[in-house]
């Protein structure tokens, strides 16, 4: 009896092992060559012949028909995170009526994305604290749950990456009232199903509302009277709020200011503001924003009886339109990844972690703190990108490429978390520190706001909001505003 055939639709790695498993099998094929991304050609060996890349597996195979050589069956072994790749390699194998076998990678399956005895199709994603190789800061539960448990809570920006976190963790705290706002209909919907269905006794309620309409954000706090708000709506794109500074200011600084003033008023206990590293000596609109939102939060703390606190940190790993989805979206496609400069650096903590850190800095609150979270070290972005393909499966410029697209607008190449190192003092908490700094001068807030209320609202009627205001114009208040903004150009480490 003639020796079956088989050719292998792989990368470089996995085509490798599946040769090795093959070796030791009992009646295995004769195989007679292997696929691979199109990258990987001539770039590594894989133990077989390369017949062509992912889009030649159709006519490879037609020709192959065509000669009277047909084979027996295809050997498909992907990485779970080439989706786009599976469903198309399926759809050919489909189309040409030819047998395939899905064999799960050897690093899927290490990673439990898959059992041993089966090809999922689903991808679970990689170890995200694995990634940046710092394990989650626990929390001081007790602490949180006294200022939680039985409260109303608010979260603005409820549907985004923190803001639906900051529910999850609160729900589970079993407040009285868990109010969830954003002005986006979906993500509100979605995370208030969630919450449904994990904590279904809790009472909620959704707000769809955008928090920079003052007098109705003043309406909603006294009308729900929550005892603790956790603001996290806000803009975070930083090239896109390059080309959108209205829409910056307008979300990141005059939202801050409508809720702060309502709590304010109202009389709320607490609210805590989520704010970034890109507010320290800010190189871009979005991070220059933040700032001034902070600016006006400790400006109001100092005559409030509100508790306001900010909390500042990094990028998150895993949030929407962070850089793991965005590779795990090029990957789908078969890459490249993207990295905007090998140089670049950032510091990250997983979805969760930051969350839960945030909860607690809002415990320990006395009013008018910026807290600093423990980052760690900052994680150089091309390494990263190398840790993620090789966690999926790939290896890194072999399987697929790493492509340098250049830094963009307003992004610099390292971030920090405050101005002064030395100022950062302890907290109860050994993963939150407090940034001890000079309160921001009353009469200098109020020039702030009185220059962007004037821009914003030339006719003082409230018909025309930005309407008036030219891109370059607010772009010259928020430099004349904070003196220690960076110049455009400026993309590389600050100075002190």
């Given at each position: 009896m003639a020796q079956s055939t088989a050719l292998i639709v792989g990368t470089a790695r996995s085509v490798q092992d599946v040769l090795h498993q093959l070796a030791v099998a009992e009646d295995r094929p004769s195989v007679v060559g292997c696929v691979l991304p199109a990258a990987a050609i001539g770039q590594a060996d894989p133990g077989c012949a390369v017949v062509g890349a992912f889009d030649d597996l159709g006519r490879v195979l037609d020709e192959w028909r065509a000669a009277s050589r047909p084979v027996d069956a295809v050997l498909v072994s992907l990485p779970q995170a080439m989706q786009n790749a599976v469903a198309s390699v399926r759809a050919v194998l489909a189309q040409a009526g030819v047998r395939a076998v899905f064999m799960p990678t050897l690093a899927d399956q290490l990673a439990g994305r898959v059992s041993a005895a089966g090809w999922s199709g689903a991808s679970t994603g990689p170890e995200l604290s694995k990634l940046v190789d710092r394990p989650a800061r626990p929390i001081d539960?007790?602490?949180?749950?006294?200022?939680?448990?039985?409260?109303?809570?608010?979260?603005?920006?409820a549907g985004g990456s923190i803001g639906s976190e900051l529910a999850r963790r609160s729900a589970a705290f079993e407040p009285a009232e868990l109010i969830l706002v954003?002005?986006?209909?979906?993500?509100?919907?979605?995370?208030?199903?969630?919450?449904?269905?994990?904590?279904?006794?809790?009472?909620?309620?959704?707000?769809?509302?955008?928090?920079?309409?003052?007098?109705?954000?003043?309406?909603?706090?006294?009308?729900?009277?929550?005892?603790?708000?956790?603001?996290?709506?806000?803009?975070?794109?930083?090239?896109?709020?390059?080309?959108?500074?209205?829409?910056?200011?307008?979300?990141?600084?005059?939202?801050?200011?409508?809720?702060?003033?309502?709590?304010?008023?109202?009389?709320?206990?607490?609210?805590?503001?989520?704010?970034?590293?890109?507010?320290?000596?800010?190189?871009s609109i979005m991070g220059a924003s933040k700032r001034l939102a902070e600016l006006y939060v400790q400006d109001l703390a100092r005559r409030s009886a509100t508790r306001f606190a900010v909390v500042r940190f990094g990028n998150v790993l895993g949030s929407a339109c962070s850089v793991l989805p965005i590779w795990s979206?090029?990957?789908?496609?078969?890459?490249?990844?993207?990295?905007?400069?090998?140089?670049?650096t950032r510091y990250f903590m997983t979805i969760p972690e930051a969350a839960g850190l945030v909860i607690q800095a809002g415990a320990i609150a006395e009013g008018g703190e910026v807290f600093l979270l423990d980052m760690g070290e900052p994680v150089n972005v091309l390494s990263l990108a190398q840790r993620f393909?090789?966690?999926?499966?790939?290896?890194?410029?072999?399987?697929?490429?790493?492509?340098?697209?250049?830094?963009?607008?307003?992004?610099?190449?390292?971030?920090?978390?405050?101005?002064?190192?030395?100022?950062?003092?302890?907290?109860?908490?050994?993963?939150?520190?407090?940034?001890?700094?000079?309160?921001?001068?009353?009469?200098?807030?109020?020039?702030?706001?009185?220059?962007?209320?004037?821009?914003?609202?030339?006719?003082?009627?409230?018909?025309?909001?930005?309407?008036?205001?030219?891109?370059?114009?607010?772009?010259?208040?928020?430099?004349?505003?904070?003196?220690?903004?960076?110049?455009?150009?400026?993309?590389?480490?600050?100075?002190?």
């Open positions: 539960e007790q602490v949180v749950g006294e200022s939680l448990r039985g409260r109303v809570v608010m979260v603005t920006g954003d002005r986006a209909e979906n993500p509100l919907f979605e995370i208030d199903r969630q919450i449904a269905a994990a904590h279904p006794a809790l009472s909620r309620k959704t707000v769809l509302h955008d928090v920079a309409r003052r007098r109705k954000t003043l309406e909603l706090v006294e009308r729900h009277r929550p005892d603790v708000v956790f603001h996290a709506a806000a803009h975070k794109h930083v090239p896109m709020m390059e080309d959108h500074p209205a829409e910056a200011v307008e979300n990141n600084l005059y939202g801050t200011r409508s809720i702060a003033d309502a709590a304010d008023a109202a009389g709320v206990g607490r609210l805590v503001m989520i704010s970034t590293d890109k507010a320290v000596r800010p190189s979206a090029q990957l789908a496609t078969g890459g490249p990844v993207t990295v905007t400069h090998p140089d670049m393909l090789r966690e999926q499966g790939f290896e890194p410029g072999v399987d697929v490429e790493i492509r340098i697209t250049g830094a963009r607008p307003g992004e610099k190449l390292f971030e920090q978390l405050a101005y002064d190192a030395e100022s950062a003092a302890p907290t109860p908490h050994e993963s939150i520190r407090v940034w001890r700094s000079e309160a921001p001068n009353p009469a200098e807030v109020a020039q702030v706001m009185g220059r962007f209320d004037r821009l914003r609202d030339k006719a003082g009627d409230g018909l025309r909001i930005w309407e008036d205001a030219a891109p370059d114009a607010i772009v010259r208040a928020v430099r004349a505003s904070l003196p220690e903004m960076l110049a455009p150009q400026t993309v590389g480490r600050a100075a002190g």
